[in-house]
């Protein structure tokens, strides 16, 4: 019946277009107060836009933050479950000038649409419903069992849905989830995520004399916080940028042999991609691995931000008392976040420059994870990608982490098909992103084809 689907798809490109125009016109934006009107609308938004595809059971479920929506139909006996999870919220989009169109008004312009939200996550999460819309159509039922999981936090940290599924596993239980929010290796390339790097995020203050010292008086005498903080980072990675963490490799696997060929298989250029991506004179990192294992395989340490001392206009000579750096570990599968939290915390103390105090607050963790290429639904799934986009279907690992995939294998058991349709330069919380409308239609005809063939069976 793939052919059905794709032909309602086709039949109906301009009403399903105007229907996301219409969800990307609420500014969801999930950090931002005032916007909280934005988020419930949002958050009805998918609720109607569920019940009119025929899903049942639909329940926009209040948190201490921002609500989720829940949905299913359980009507296919002895078929599969598929638990499909999306966000409704947007990053701010800041800077307003930089933008060619109005953010919260989409526009066409080069086959693409532009606006907030498009590519993050709507116009992949809506073709979710959309898939169900089109099979209910055309055959009056699903061929296999779903549940809907929609949250408004995703942007700002994801803890009411963390919390939710731990605590709700028996009503979500599924033989697989099934996430929208990734990209395609390149245009036209179907694409499986089958990695994720893990993340911990944490805040570290220095201090170092009881307030804010003459520099004058006390200069050569009295520790820096600022200096002292920067001594201590300089310390987590040597010049070839290995950490120096100790244990911090000691759970780390190798890409299996398949995969790292397969790799290098990639349409990957290093040259372009420091010139196109990177846009820096040089790329940096361990020096014997290929930039793909840099950034999808290895751990990594980085520092975001440092703040402390006088930086306004003019000059006042102070020797900082305080400072505080936000840095992060993205962590590869079988790396355990507790363990690594430990061994840095255990570093801290044993490199804090003399006359410094630091504190470590970690902020939030969550474990790397891959998932097996061979479990059936990604078989299928990559089937599915390979028929609709006419290409054989490319495994790859990204270094970027979605929590909830490591929420769904920690509580409910399952794995995770990471199916995006997004491309890698559609500006993810950036001015003018974009989302490429071919691949808004062809990702619901995906997702239809993937429902038909996993409810089917082998």
């Known amino acids: 019946m793939s052919a059905a689907t794709d032909a309602f798809v086709s039949q109906n490109r301009d009403r399903?277009?105007?229907?996301?125009?219409?969800?990307?016109?609420?500014?969801?934006?999930?950090?931002?107060?005032?916007?909280?009107?934005?988020?419930?609308?949002?958050?009805?938004?998918?609720?109607?836009?569920?019940?009119?595809?025929?899903?049942?059971?639909?329940?926009?479920?209040?948190?201490?933050?921002?609500?989720?929506?829940?949905?299913?139909?359980?009507?296919?006996?002895?078929?599969?479950?598929?638990?499909?999870?999306?966000?409704?919220?947007?990053?701010?989009?800041?800077?307003?000038?930089?933008?060619?169109?109005?953010?919260?008004?989409?526009?066409?312009r080069n086959g693409n649409l532009y606006a907030r939200g498009t590519a993050d996550d709507k116009g992949q999460m809506y073709m979710h419903i959309k898939a169900i819309e089109a099979l209910r159509a055309v055959n009056g039922k699903l061929p296999l069992n779903v549940k809907f999981l929609i949250e408004g936090e995703e942007e700002v940290g994801g803890a009411s849905i963390a919390r939710y599924i731990a605590e709700h596993a028996d009503k979500l239980r599924a033989?697989?989830?099934?996430?929208?929010?990734?990209a395609m290796y390149a245009e036209g390339m179907p694409t499986l995520c089958i990695g994720l790097r893990g993340l911990i995020y944490a805040e570290i203050e220095a201090s170092g004399p009881m307030r804010d010292?003459?520099?004058?008086?006390?200069?050569?005498?009295?520790?820096?916080?600022?200096s002292g903080l920067i001594e201590l980072l300089a310390k987590a990675k040597d010049d070839r940028g290995v950490i120096q963490i100790p244990g911090i490799y000691d759970a780390v696997e190798e890409p299996a042999p398949a995969e790292r060929e397969s790799w290098s298989h990639l349409p990957f250029s290093e040259a372009d991609f420091l010139a196109r991506e990177v846009g820096s004179g040089a790329?940096?990192?361990?020096?014997?691995?290929?930039?793909?294992?840099?950034?999808?395989?290895?751990?990594?340490?980085?520092?975001?931000?440092?703040?402390?001392?006088?930086?306004?206009?003019?000059?006042?000579?102070?020797?900082?008392?305080?400072?505080?750096?936000?840095?992060?570990?993205?962590?590869?599968?079988?790396q355990d976040p507790e363990k690594v939290i430990a061994?840095?915390?255990?570093?801290?103390?044993?490199?804090?420059?003399?006359?410094?105090?630091?504190?470590?607050?970690?902020?939030?963790?969550?474990?790397?994870?891959?998932?097996?290429?061979?479990h059936p639904a990604i078989r299928v799934a990559a089937q599915a990608f390979g028929e609709v986009f006419g290409k054989p279907t490319v495994f790859i690992r990204s270094g970027g982490s979605i929590p909830v995939v490591g929420d769904f294998a920690a509580h409910l058991g399952i794995p995770t098909v990471l199916m995006g349709f997004g491309l890698p330069d559609d500006g993810l919380h950036s001015p003018n992103e974009k989302y490429k409308l071919e691949n808004y239609y062809k990702g619901i005809m995906t997702i239809a084809h993937f429902f038909e063939q996993y409810g089917a069976g082998p």
Not at 73 to 86: E, R
Request: with cysteine; glycine share 8%.
């Open 283 to 334: 790329l940096i990192g361990e020096p014997d691995r290929s930039v793909l294992e840099r950034v999808w395989s290895r751990p990594t340490f980085e520092v975001h931000g440092i703040a402390g001392g006088f930086t306004g206009a003019g000059s006042k000579t102070v020797i900082p008392a305080q400072a505080v750096a936000k840095v992060s570990f993205r962590l590869v599968p079988r």
């Open 213 to 226: 010292l003459h520099s004058g008086l006390y200069g050569g005498a009295a520790p820096n916080a600022v």
């Open 175 to 182: 033989d697989v989830a099934l996430v929208s929010d990734t």
């Open 343 to 374: 061994a840095f915390r255990d570093w801290v103390r044993g490199n804090t420059p003399q006359g410094i105090q630091i504190s470590v607050r970690i902020l939030n963790a969550s474990p790397g994870l891959v998932v097996n290429p061979e």
């Open 16 to 108: 399903l277009l105007n229907e996301l125009k219409e969800f990307i016109r609420i500014p969801s934006i999930s950090t931002l107060p005032e916007h909280r009107p934005d988020i419930d609308r949002a958050a009805s938004f998918v609720a109607d836009s569920l019940a009119r595809a025929g899903m049942e059971h639909i329940e926009v479920i209040p948190t201490d933050k921002h609500p989720l929506v829940y949905a299913d139909w359980m009507h296919a006996p002895g078929k599969p479950t598929v638990l499909c999870y999306g966000h409704y919220d947007v990053q701010p989009a800041d800077p307003l000038e930089l933008w060619t169109s109005p953010p919260f008004e989409p526009t066409e």
